[in-house]
Every structure is written in C-alpha cells, then in structure tokens.
C-alpha cells in the first residue's frame, strides 16, 4: 500500500523509539530538533519522506507542552514534505484526563489535543490505556488503543495470588479494576470516597468488599504525584490489609512522587515505560515492564494491513 | 441576540414538547411530516423562521431511526430556511451506549450521530443524563448536558432512607452511583460481574458492600428490556436486602419491560419522561418525574444567554 | 491500487450482494448486524479490513430508516476499522425524489443523503437511475451513476414495437421518455397533467401525442404505490390505446402496488431488482430484469480502475 | 439581527445594482475595481463593513471568468473585512447548463461554482431561475431562488391568448413549459428532437401536439445564440403556426443571436433584465420586463428576516 | 451585534491585558489556570459568557508553549461555553518566523499556529507586526494586524534626526526599514551579508549606502538574543558611525540579551510591550513604548464594528 | 504508489506541457476544451484517468481568468473521474502579488486562488518563485515551489560579470537580490524610492550602492509592463551604469513591454518560458530559458516519490 517505512521520534522518549525501531529491525529516522533562544522549536526532517508510510513516536512526558508541540510541528513537516501517510505514536496521551466537563466553562482537553493532532496533519493515532474508553470516540481520524492489561496480568500471575483483592482507588476505577478480576479471577474492593462540598477535595470515607489480611493490588491507568495511590496504601494497611502494592501504565511521577514510594509502606508498583523513566529513578520498589515490543506489532500492523485487535486477543 | 424564540417537535415526544412550550408560554412551531407509502418522510416547516432562534424537540424513542431522520430532515429544513440558529434538543439521545469501541471494527455509533445531527445543520445539542460523561466531547458544537440526579434525589429524599443503601448493577455504573452516595449520604454496594468468555453474557458473582436487611436502590441511566436491573433485584432479595427498588432517567422500557416489572419483586421503578411514557403504561410501581420545566428552563437560558449550569447548582 | 478486494451487505437486499459477488466470484464479506430490544443495531465487521478496498451494498428497501442507519453504521465502522477506501453501493438512492425545494421551508433530503453518507465515512458512491441527473451534482464524493436503459430497451426489442409509443405520465417524465424514443427510435405522447391550486393534486387533463390504437409504453423511474402508473394506464385504454405496459427502473411497490396491477389492465410491467422483490411478490405480470451483472462490472472496473462509462457505451 | 445593510456592485450589470438600490432607498457601496495591465483585478471596497449585512450584485454576464473573479475576490475582500453576513445576489448564476454529468469525465460546473462562491465566503446566495431545480441543492449555504413566471405570466395575459398554445422546444424543457400551462391554463406542444449518434446535434423530428393555426409561446430559462429558438419558430411556421414569440428569462444574446432574431419571423421576444441589455440593443422585437423590483424585495426581506417565499405567493 | 463586552488574559502578560482593559473602563475577566503536578494545565472560565463578544490576551513570552496551549485550552473553553464570538488577541504571535520553507522538510510553523488557533474555537485573531505581512493570508478567519510604526515614528521625532540614516541589519530588512524612511524622510543603507555555504551562518561583508559620522538607526521587527543587533552596532562604529540605537516592536530579549545591550556601544534600544518586560529589566537604556491603547482603540472598533484601518491612519 | 502516469494540459501553455511531456518521454493527455457562444467552457478528459497520478499543466497567462477557470474545470472534471491524485503544475501562479493586506478591505488574492484550486480538487501544487516565500504557506496541501536561479546563474556566469553589480529595483526586491550576490559573489545596490502620498507612486529617490562605471543586472521576479524595469535602467545609466540587462523569471510583458524594451537602452532582458512567448515576440533582446527540464524533473520526482529538493542543490 505504502512505499517506505519509516519512523521517527521526538524528543520525549527516544528509548522507547529505538526499542521499538530496534524490534522491527529499523533505524530511527534522521531529524534534527533545534531550540532557539526564544524557546522556537524549528525541526527538520533529514531523510526524503515522499509517499512514505511514516510513524513518529511522542509522549506526554515533560517538558509536556513542548514536546505536544515538538509533535504537532513534526507532523505539519511530515505531511508538507509528502509523506503519504503519518501516524502518530503517542503511548501515553496528553491531557487524557481532561475527557469530560465536569464543572462549568472548561475544556475537554483531550478532545482539543485530538483535533490539533489531526489539524497538525495526523492520518492516525496509535495510542495507550486511555483514561476512558469513550475518548477513542474523540478522533476523526481511525485511531487504534492497545492496552497493557495483558503485560501486566502475565507479571501478576507470577506472584502468589491465593489471598489478593484488586482494590479501586474511588468509584470511577472500578470499571477499569473489573477488566483485572475478570482476567486473574480475583475478588475486587472499592474505596468509597465522599466530597463535603463540590470544590473539596474527596475524602475516602470507607471501602467496599473485604480487604482484611488480604494483599490488594491497587489498580489504576496512571501514577501522577503518587497522592491517590499511597492515601489508599495506607487506609488498606490501617484497615487491615496484608500488604498492598500498585499495578498502573502511565508513570507520570510528577514531583516527589518517587520518594514518596520509597518511602511509603507500599511493596511494589508495577508500571510500564510508555513515559520514561531513566535509570536513577527506577528505584527498587519500582517494577517497569516495556511496551516496545506491543507498540512495534501494532506499528508493523497497521503498515502492514494486518489485524491489530488480532495481535492481542 | 436572536430575532423570534421557536419550538418545534419531531412526532417521537409531542407532549414532552408541548409541556416545555406550557412552562415558556410558547405554544409549538407549526410544522407538518408526511410518511409516504415508500415511507419516505416530507417535513414541512410552516412557519418563517428566517433570522429566528429554533430549537426541535425530539427523543429517542420508538420507531428509533425514522424519528432519528425526522430530526436530520427537520434541522436540515430549518437550516435551509435561513434559522439563524438550530438547537437540537433530545432528552434521551440515541445510541448513547455505543459509545466505546470495546470489540474491534465496530462503530462508535454516538460519535456517528453527532457528527450526523452537526452534518444536517445542528449549532448546538441540549440533551440529558449521557451513558458517559466523555460522550460531550464527541460533539463539534456546543453541547450542554443536564442531569437528572437532582430531580431523582428530591424524590428519593422523601423516602424513609434509613437503611438504604445505592448499588450500582455492575462496576461501570459505580462512578454514576457514587454521585448519589455524595447527594444523599449513603452506602453504596456494587454487583460484581464476571465473563465466562469474551462472548459470554456477564454474570453477577457476588454484591460487594453490605446489603443485608436493608433497602437497596439500583440506580441506572437507563431501563431498556428491563433484564439487568430484575436480574440485580432477584439478586439482592436472595442475598438478604429487605427491599429493591430502582432509578433510572431513561425508560426505554423495550420489549417485555413493563410486565416485568409489574410482576417482579421490585417494589418501585423510578424514571423521567426523557422518552413517552403513554398514560396506560404508567403502572403503579412506575413512578415518572417530569424534566419538562428543567429543560424549558435551559432552553430560555440557552435563548437569554445566561448561564446553564447556574440553573442546576 | 488497493489491498483485499471486499464486498459486504447491509440487510436491505443479501441476494443482490450475493448475485454481485457470484459474477465476481467473490464471498459476501463477514459481517453480523444486531437490533437489540431498544431497536438500537449494532453491526460487527467480521474480518479484517486494514487497507482493503471495500464495497458495502444497501438500498432504499423497507425498514427503510433502519436500513440507512445500518449503511450509515457499516461505513463507519469499516472507515474506523482502517479500510483504504469505502465505496457505498446504493442501487436504489434512497429519499431521491426530494431533489428539489418545491415549496417552502422544506429538506432537499436527497442532498442531506449524500452529506450524511459522506459524514459517516464513503470515499464514493455507485447508484443507479438517479429521479434527476442534477443529483449526481450532491455528492462531495466520486459519485457513478447506471442505467438501466439498456437493460430495459434490450428486453423491449424482443417485443413487436410496430405501432409502439412511448409516453410520459407527466412533462417532467418527458425528458426521461425521449432517451427511450432516441434509442428504440419510436414516437412520444406525453400526459398533460394540471393542477387547480397549489396544494391540489395534478388530474391528466388530455393527452398530446398519437396513441390511438397503439401499444403504450409509458416509462418511468420508479413505481412506488402504482397509483401514477396505474391511472395513466386506465387514461391511455380510454382514450382508444390498444394495450399499455409500464417501464420503471425501481419497484418500490409500497402498499398495494401489487395487487392494484394485478386487477388493472396493464399488460406488464418490467423493472429490474433494484429493490428486492421476494419471489411471492413476482407476479405474472412483473417482468424482473437482474442489475447484478451491470454493479459487477462496474464495482470490477472501480476496483481495477478501468473506465466504467466504457463499460456501458 | 445585523448592523448596516449594504449592497455593493460588481461591473457586470451596475445599472441593475442601482435599479435595486433604488427600490430600496439605498446607494451603491463604495469599491473600486482596477484591472492592471497583467489583467489582474485589484478590488477595494471603500466603506467600513465590519458587522455589516452585506449584498453582492453580479451577474453572468461577459466577460464571463473576469466577472466571475471579481465576485469571488470581492467575496473574500468583505469577508475578511468583517462583514457579519454576505449574500450573493447572481441573477444568471454562471455555468447554470453545466449541471449534469452526461458524458464521461466533465465536470458539473454549476457545482463547482457553488463550491467557489462558498470557498470565498458567500454566507448565502439569492438567484433566479435555475436551469433545473435540482440546483438548488449544490449549495452548502442558504440559497433563495427567485422565478420570473409570474413577471412573464402577467405581461403574457395582456395579449390575446385565445388560440395560444405553450410549445418546449425540446423534451427536456417540458416541465418548465407545464408551469407556465398549468398558470395560463393553455395547452401545450412539444418538439420531439432526436439524435443520430452520440455525438450528432438533435435535429427536431416531429411536433407533438396541436399548434396549427394557433399562436405559439416558446418557453425556455435563457436564450444563448438564439439557434434553438430561431430553428423553433421556423419548425413551428413551417407546420402551421399563425404566429411565434418567445418567453426566456435570461437574455444571454451571444454573438449574433440579435440580429438573426430581428431578420426571423419570431414576432417577439419576451426576456428579463437578469444580464444587462444596453439601449442600443433594446431592439423592437425585445421585451425587457425588470427584475429589479422582485430582487429588491427579496434583498429587503432577507434583510429583515421575513419570508421571501410569502413575497411570490 | 454582539451581548457582553468581556476580555480575558491568559498568564503571558497579565499587566497589558489589565493597561488594555483600564483603557477601556473593563475590568479582566474572571478565570484561573491552576498547574498540576503533571504540567497539565486546567483553566476554568469564572464567569458567564454565553452570547459574549469575548477577546483573550496572550502573547508569545516564556514558558512558550505552555502559553500557547493556555492560550488554546482557552479559546476551547470559551467557545464551548458558548461565547458569541472569541477574538484572540496576540500581540507577539508565537513562531512568526518559520514563515516559508527554505530548507527541505520543515514546517511553515506561523501558518500551522494560524491552524491551530482557529482549530481551538478562535473566530479572529488580532496582533502586531507580523515578520512579513504575507504571513496576514495564512488565517482562515478575519486577522487584524497592527503596526507599531506610528508609535515608533513619533517618538524618533523626538530626537535629533539631522544626520541620521536608517540601517537594515540585513537585505531581507530592506523592505521594514523603507517603510521608516518614507515616514521619517531619512536615507537608508543596509549591511550586506554573506554566507560561505548552505549551512553556515551569514557574516556581514560590507555596507551598502552611506552611514559615516551618521547617527544610524536600526530597525528590525524583533530582538531576541540581541546577537544581530549588536553585531551589527559594532560593524556599523567600525565603519564610521557616529552613533547607533535599535528599534524593534517585539522585546523577546532571551537568554543574555540585556546583559550585552547594556555592556555594548548601543545608545538605545526602542521597543514595545508586546512581550513583558518587567521593571528589573527596564535598563536605562531601553526605552519601552507601551501599545496598550492602541490594542485597546483597536479592540474596541471591533466590538462596536467601526473601522480598525481608520483608527490608525 | 499511483497508477497510470498522465499530464494533461489546459490552453495557455500547450507547448510548455509538450516539451515537460517530452523530457518525460510521455504525450500529453487526451482532453477537449470547448468554448461556447455565452463564453462558458466545456472540458472534456478523453481518456480514463482512474486511480491515475495526473498532472495538469496551467500558468497564469491571458486570457488570464479564462486560463484559470479552465484548470479549475479541469481539477474538478478529473477528481470527479477518479484521479487518485491531481496535481496542478502552475509555472507563474495567478495574482501572486496579491499576497498581503497593505491596504484595508483588500483580498489577499493569492490566498484565494490557492483556496480555489484546492476546493477544485488539487491534491497537490507545483509552482515556481512566488513573489514572496510566504505564499508557500498559503496552501492547505503539498505545494513544491522551484527556482530559477540556478538556470538564471549558469547563464549569466557566461557573461564577464568582472565589474557587475547586481541591483534591486526597490527595497522590496533587496531580499531576492540578496541571493543572486551570494550565489554570483557580488556586489548590490538598491534604488531607493519614496512615495509621497499614501495614494502616490513611488518614486526614485537615489540610488544606494556603487553602480559607477559598472554593468548593472537588475533582478527581479516578474516583468510585466516593463515600467519598472526601464525606469530603473534609465536611472542607472543616468547615474553612470556602464550598461543595465535584466532578469526576472516570468515574462509577463503585458501591454506595449516588448516594444518598449526594444526602444530601451537596456542591454539584454534574460527571462524563462512559465509563460509562453510566441515567436514573434522572441525580441533579439530577449533570452528567454526553458524551464521544461526543471519541471519535467520536478514531476517525475513527485510521481516516483523521490527528493524534490535533491533534485536542485
């Protein structure tokens, strides 16, 4: 269908572009990404891309608004300099939390992040463990999500699972929890949590379902400054738990978040690298498992023509 | 802002619109639809409605697809007819659960029909109680969403609720259940489903949080054959609750519904009249709350230009 | 050009798509359409579409509205699946006569049509026998338009056209009559129809042209309750024409159609299979041309990009 | 609804511009139109219209692609100004007879110019007279078509219709012709016209019905070269009219149609002012009826927001 | 035209959106941005603006795209809280000089900024000396620029023009700087660059025009790191000049560039408060000119739909 | 990546397209333009163009807007045919010096033009030296522009260029020149011109740079009455030019230019073929340099996918 196949990376995660070149048996394409003193970005691609089926890998990893637009100027050179078709590879999605309007007057970002990727010039989106199934339905253009919930059972059966719970950390995860009990045949708990007024923060008033001398494994789509998920370690302690640890695929761990794990009675917390984590931050008790090798079956895929939903059954 | 203030209904909810139009003091825009023998349908607008501020009142229900082209013909007419402004107003929007893409090549088919209902002329949609928050990203134009949870609380509020406790049916409906748990201040349980296989129905394994000699309210967006929220009552009974009784915004009510209903152990059925609900339907375990005037009052706001989400706070 | 060469059904009309596809020694493409108790359908692609080249066939047949939300789903999923290109086969366009705003404040919902089947996802359109040619004009999409002339004139020489006329039931069948005349190189008379206001229905009020003592053949595109045809039958007889047959392209036959021929005194009518007609339905009287070789051929050189005008000179 | 109310001129047809503004109490918008010797055309529109309603009067009229150019470019020119509405006012919208498809690989032209006066920010487009209804519906915008034939019916009742009968002069031209019978409630007659070959002109063939003795009004949208009509009349003559005139409402008048309609026998010639005629030839068998006042109507009601098809009722 | 009157300012350049504001008797609109951990940012429209004529400052200041993408979240919010119109007003527009292609594979990133904003909600844009005034054509909506040229003018006057000469740095100025001399009656002379190859940076080689015991004026469109300015000071003494200052709109002044004007032989630099420059940064010798009113005159005539070009003529 | 490899071309440069055709080894598409008594064109594609990779060749020469109109015709005429990709080739793009706002209430005409051709259905654009680089920015797809200042260098590098200076018309042209002094290494001079009035015509004020004694080339990108040109050279040699000859890729020499460029002391006016020059006019002074070759290249380059800009280093 396409002429050469190609990818290219930006400047967020280029680890991951060269794992992923490296299963595919690809070099990483030749750009060159130049900042100016007035923080202008000015990127050139350094190989003829003419008719070619080209990828460009970029996550939501800081500096975060200077990589979405080191992507959105990537795609605009790509499809100027004729590439036949250009697909945006972005393991975890900016501003995907932002789906919905939950109070007056906002924006759903995510929704303006999927026209901007299509007004930059995307043709399609290849894309990870959305916030929320329904924001597949916010591209125009076709835009396929993998999911890493078989990475992460298949590190999960390793353990003894005979006494564990999977816990939601509020209501709104439980949706997401239920796809793990469903997988491991493992019994759920939901922490409950109440807001004493629409602008306070929740509170966790209580847990749903049984926790007691149980291991829980706190289930979550990403781990920002680690707030949520070490509040819950210590209720499920407080409350009885055995041990706790986390499984999430998006390891944001914004500020202090990696001391507070440390530090945190927490055993283990099991992520993936669609966001970098170089190699002083992945402490112990940190536990990453790679998305490269899904990401390259998807991308050879969809070059290819071949069934993605296949890939993963 | 605009010339002339105007209401017109589709055939799917005349009454719903002639009652928005009694809490307006309007009566309802002239307008005439034809079903031909090849079922084609003619709509004729019958009153000028150049510069005016238009809105049509359509919901869906029953026949779904010709009332859904009813909509798409009468904004196309209304649009062509020089409105200067079009406002879908559809109570109960259809399709809303196909809003995900949870098996491969189907259609998100909510995303369909908003780009459809924009595709014929719509500049802006008034609907109520989405599957899914997300869904309002899926629409090009404004898109204002109004709930229905107010209204239900009001009337739960007038129950003995000592020892009642909110379930949510299956772990995706815990998010929408936990907004009633912070309304009203009570427990909430949750059915805990599992699938056999990817194509197997869902089947409840067990209720996490207690229910026990209490009264349970299931609470839901909608009520379709009725199944999901009998087979959760028999449930509860079985596991001890003392009472069940149901809420839900949308009563589709398809198929056997009502006579389920009637002869279940469910001792209420709370609804709205987001969809018709003709007198001989309303049985005594129906209890029916008119969003008439919630919806006559965003209407004028959306006219007036004052602000929506201030009517609800 | 394109990967797989694949053609999928709505429900509308399986035994076309599957006559098509004999002549192209194909299979109908997997597909499952659901209608679930809220009358909701949910269609499933069945095999994997990725860079395929993709016909859907669907017509204008009853459950009408259902049958363009299905086509409508179909695109979009098999757009959202990936395929490279989606050609939508409609041999009978449905809504075709609201061509035109005839009065005011109403839909040219042959243009909405084509906007929303460009809205849900076809890359072109193959249709035949179009009320106008200026319709071709409505799609922002490639659009091929048949006819079913040949078919149809090449089962007329097998008659004896001696004393033949060709007649339009009304002037604006007129220009549609006179291809027939050119190519069968037989005379015209024309039914002059009035109307004594504007919301009256037309009444023949005489005859221009020669038709005493001759076989008619009055020509139209389509038959819908047969209620034109069927007059301008009885009308012709009166005024001294020795035999009358009929000639339409689309066999809508709403309602009574059936019967109403059967007991009239036309002699035949010939139409082709546009539109499915049942075996119980082919009366005597009903001569049944296929399409199916004439869209095979055509889908083939859409396909193989040959030219389609050639096929047909 | 909108501030100032303005209408510019193209040079096609000034004079009509200031007919309408006349009407209307109005004068013509200040622009400047420069052709520089590369024939490039620099416009400038020479009064603030920021938030203005703003009306374009330009008609197809030679030369034609200047004339054309010079609409889009003021178009774009008020557009980008700021105006808060424009409206093409094109009495003979350019390319009408481009309308169909009926040879391989061409174009439909009227099409593509709706496509172009929309590209260069028509908000609406008022026309007259459209070679086919169906035109209508290749316009993306709001488009109000205007009909002289109750101009042409009222100055046609002032002569003695006795023995009169309406003649199409060819098959395709029926249906307009059975408006103005239906108004006139004369009778009609047809010019049945054949082709050799594909590629052959029509030659007329037969008349179909009664014209002998009788005086015969042609009817068509425009007169071009005058050829149709002129070989009309004679047929018309030849077979036994007493008498021919013509009706058309747009007097196109290319090349040497005016002096071959002052050597026919056609007794008159009965057009509108749709293209400009200049005095010198208002020839004695031309009748020139103004649409000046039918367009001002319609420019003010547009304006005004009142119905435009209440007007013509 | 328009209901409320309402300015918003993102966090760029909060103090000229309070100068603009002050101008007009308006106070800033009520809204806040919070930062999470993730960088994500949130805005939060505070107050009602249904129906609004609403206008939001931002400029291209550091952090950059941060900025832009508030400036994107807000437009988004806006529109969909259904403001009547949003006016973006961008006094230093982000990557105004990646306006052409002149090496291969890269992006024109002005125009796909002009893309974006528009993709965001903006329906015009309002901003200040563009690097070339084509770059005006690369908005889809209306697109006011201004030019500090005026202002800039009148405070040259200011000064002791007798001898002076206006510099452009280098042969792409030329077109700027004749704008200058024109006004001021001044002569002008333009270094003249070089460069040795493709990829090296130009060096100056000589000066064209006469500049000896002249006091020379530089004028460029911005200052960024002040490299070429004071270069081009330096060559300038070297040669001859008696004096040297700089005149350029937009501040950016990055990285040392403050340092090295004050330490260099430069006696001023003139510029405007198109970009911030907080009292710290206020050297002596740099003279700031604020263009508060001029935006706020300018902001003003769009509201009330007067004419923008007379205000500054 | 396409299929079938066609250059078709519209009537202002037949033989252009016949010399790019013959480089390529190809003949020039089959079509029919006809125009009719009312001016309107009819293009007819002669030959089928599916799934085909086409080329149109039009330059921006008189009959200027017909020129135009044709090639959006065309474009329109072959993607309606099922081109798979179209691509217009436009040596000189049509009101390329309409490409800014420097007056109010202007279009930028080349913006407009380059949204004209894409709404027409061009895929892609080939065009050479647009007046300024910007316009590139102007298009919503691929646009490749060529120089001709390699062809314009080799040639004058014939010449003894031992004491030329090359010299800019006014300060506008300065940038362009700028790259003819460092390819040629020489030196520059610009005329500096003043207007008096907004309204006024500049006038030549001096001259900056030294041209005493030296062969003066003027450079500039298009010549079209020649006023400029022969203004600039009497001025030169008034001020002691040895001799004058100009370069400039598109001869537009409209009006009396040939003659006047005869009767003139310029030397030599070296020029390329983007717009035909007949015979006749090919004036002793006139060299005139094909750039059949460039384009020819150029297309196949597109066609096979290959580095554009590699071509030209």
């Known amino acids: 269908m396409y002429g050469k196949f190609l990818i290219f990376s930006g400047q967020s995660h280029r680890s991951l572009a060269e794992d992923i070149c490296g299963h595919l048996g690809l070099r990483v394409g030749e750009s060159k990404t130049i900042k100016f003193s007035n923080e202008n970005l000015m990127v050139q691609i350094e190989e003829n891309v003419r008719e070619a089926d080209v990828f460009v890998v970029q996550t939501a990893a800081p500096p975060l608004h200077q990589n979405i637009f080191e992507l959105l100027i990537m795609l605009?050179?790509?499809?100027?300099?004729?590439?036949?078709?250009?697909?945006?590879?972005?393991?975890?999605?900016?501003?995907?939390?932002?789906?919905?309007?939950?109070?007056?007057?906002?924006?759903?970002?995510?929704?303006?992040?999927?026209?901007?990727?299509?007004?930059?010039?995307?043709?399609?989106?290849?894309?990870?463990?959305?916030?929320?199934?329904?924001?597949?339905?916010?591209?125009?253009?076709?835009?396929?999500?993998?999911?890493?919930?078989?990475?992460?059972?298949?590190?999960?059966?390793?353990?003894?699972?005979?006494?564990?719970?999977?816990?939601?950390?509020?209501?709104?995860?439980?949706?997401?929890?239920?796809?793990?009990?469903?997988?491991?045949?493992?019994?759920?708990?939901?922490i409950d949590k109440r807001r004493d007024g629409d602008d306070e923060e929740p509170r966790a008033a209580h847990i749903i379902g049984d926790i007691k001398g149980r291991s829980c494994i706190l289930v979550d789509d990403e781990i920002a400054s680690g707030g949520t998920l070490l509040r819950a370690t210590e209720l499920l302690l407080e409350r009885g738990a055995r041990e706790v640890c986390g499984v999430a695929t998006h390891a944001v761990l914004s500020g202090r978040a990696l001391e507070r794990i440390q530090s945190s009675p927490i055993s283990e917390v099991i992520v993936t690298d669609t966001i970098p984590i170089p190699q002083e931050k992945r402490i112990d008790k940190l536990k990453v498992i790679s998305v490269a090798r899904m990401l390259a079956d998807a991308i050879r895929s969809i070059h290819d023509g071949t069934s993605v939903s296949a890939l993963f059954r």
Do not use: W
């Open 76 to 190: 605009d050179a790509l499809k100027s300099a004729s590439a036949a078709r250009v697909t945006a590879v972005i393991p975890y999605f900016p501003y995907v939390r932002s789906d919905k309007k939950d109070r007056p007057r906002i924006s759903i970002t995510a929704r303006l992040m999927a026209d901007l990727i299509t007004a930059a010039g995307a043709d399609r989106v290849l894309t990870m463990d959305l916030h929320a199934a329904q924001i597949q339905g916010f591209f125009r253009c076709p835009a396929d999500q993998l999911q890493a919930i078989n990475l992460m059972c298949d590190h999960l059966k390793r353990r003894d699972l005979t006494d564990a719970v999977l816990v939601a950390s509020d209501a709104g995860e439980a949706k997401d929890v239920a796809r793990y009990t469903n997988r491991l045949d493992l019994p759920m708990a939901i």
